[in-house]
């Protein structure tokens, strides 16, 4: 048998060749043909899907599709802003010597990048698409990672869905009728539901069997088969777990999640209105959720071993508030979650906030005094003093930006100085009635 890896072997060379991603291989063609005509609707896009689903796959069959150099790296080994330029942006100021129609960016992997360890390199990404002279194409995991932020804001991002059956059960037939190899329709199917839609895992696991043993048999499959696992994004454990029929369905899903405990009841919390109608399933629900809180700090400030309650009750606690369930004819029902409000919003407001907390940093250096001492019971009169003494924002090195800040919060400061006065003077009072009676 050939030593090349079939994955590589049997990759689709073009896009018509590629299989049962229809809408993806459309965006694709009206992205690049946009940029062929000198007047790109966006000059990033960010294929993003589950792991084996063929994003590199697509990459390159539109760069052979359309006779483009590709210039492939990858985003999570290049780590920092100057290793990115030094490979990238040349590529994407300089023209093509070895094609007149120009160039294929691909950056493999984006969501590898860490914020710590890979400083800079998001920044040094948008800066590079800013001034591109070729398309530039990304590809994910994991696109909803917060560090991906800005990247998303700055490109157009495509999904790539996971590969049907039907579909997957044609290219693992096509191998092995080019490979000449025995296959039995059960063994194939068995690798099929093993492999979750992960086209790179069905046809490694084919290649392993047919070489090892020759010939693919279901039995045979299903004695060396161990079932792949995989994590789970956001969007996947919800439906999973409201979608579950079966307490150990709905556990799994949450035990398999890509995010942490707390920000997955976010998740839960604002999307069981979006999945229930009943108000008593919503309630029974919530029920489940709110211990499942209690089980967690538990578990964080005593003994991880109540992190198994937590499971349970976030996972079926939830899956099984919904009664209908019980019922022969239920069926689950497709929803669209969102995001979490409170983390879109605290992102909306962290300027607000830096400013802020810049302002009582500064207060608190001239004072001598902590920044929670001057957020707690300072920074309402300073910000009312300040107004009144503007030359008292330049002493403290109030930037402009500071300044005009601290101006417009001035108006709705004047009525918390006014209650914040009145809790103090209410607390003095009950102390010195307290000393008076002892």
């Known amino acids: 048998m050939s030593r090349v890896p079939w994955t590589i072997k049997y990759r689709p060379k073009v896009l018509d060749e590629v299989e049962n991603q229809e809408d993806v291989k459309k965006q694709l063609r009206e992205w690049i043909e946009s940029w062929l005509g000198r007047k790109p609707e966006t000059k990033g896009l960010l294929l993003y899907g589950p792991p084996g689903t063929g994003k590199t796959t697509l990459a390159y069959a539109l760069a052979r599709t359309y006779g483009l150099e590709i210039i492939e790296t990858n985003a999570s080994d290049s780590r920092n802003m100057t290793s990115l330029r030094n490979i990238v942006e040349r590529a994407s100021m300089a023209g093509s010597l070895f094609n007149e129609r120009g160039k294929l960016i691909f950056l493999d992997e984006v969501d590898g990048i860490q914020p710590r360890q890979d400083f800079g390199a998001i920044s040094a990404i948008l800066e590079i698409l800013r001034n591109t002279k070729y398309p530039i194409l990304m590809a994910a995991n994991d696109p909803w990672d917060p560090n991906l932020r800005d990247l998303r804001e700055a490109v157009k991002m495509i999904e790539v869905k996971r590969l049907g059956k039907v579909p997957l059960r044609r290219l693992l037939k096509r191998i092995c009728t080019e490979e000449r190899i025995k296959c039995e329709d059960g063994a194939i199917d068995s690798i099929i539901d093993a492999s979750d839609g992960d086209a790179r895992y069905a046809i490694n696991f084919l290649e392993s069997i047919a070489e090892g043993y020759r010939e693919v048999k279901e039995d045979l499959v299903n004695e060396v088969l161990r079932r792949k696992e995989r994590e789970l994004n956001p969007f996947e454990t919800l439906r999973n777990t409201f979608w579950a029929k079966y307490g150990w369905q709905a556990r799994q899903a949450v035990s398999n999640s890509q ?136 002493n403290i090195d109030l930037s402009p930006e500071e300044i005009n800040f601290a101006k417009s919060l001035t108006i709705h400061e004047n009525e918390d100085v006014r209650q914040h006065i009145e809790k103090k003077r209410e607390s003095k009072l009950k102390r010195n009635a307290r000393r008076a009676k002892s």
């Open 259 to 394: 995010i942490d405990y707390d920000l997955l009841m976010r998740w839960f919390s604002e999307n069981i209105p979006v999945q229930y109608e009943s108000l008593n399933d919503m309630w029974r629900a919530y029920d489940a959720l709110s211990r499942a809180s209690v089980f967690l700090s538990r578990a964080k400030k005593a003994s991880w071993d109540m992190l198994s309650y937590t499971f349970d009750l976030m996972g079926p606690g939830v899956a099984m508030a919904e009664v209908a369930k019980k019922t022969q004819n239920w069926k689950a029902k497709w929803k669209n979650y969102q995001f979490p409000q409170l983390v879109t919003q605290l992102y909306r407001t962290k300027r607000t906030r830096d400013l802020r907390d810049q302002i009582v940093r500064k207060i608190g250096l001239h004072l001598h005094t902590s920044s929670g001492k001057v957020y707690s019971d300072v920074l309402p009169f300073a910000l009312v003093y300040l107004s009144k003494e503007p030359e008292m924002m330049k």
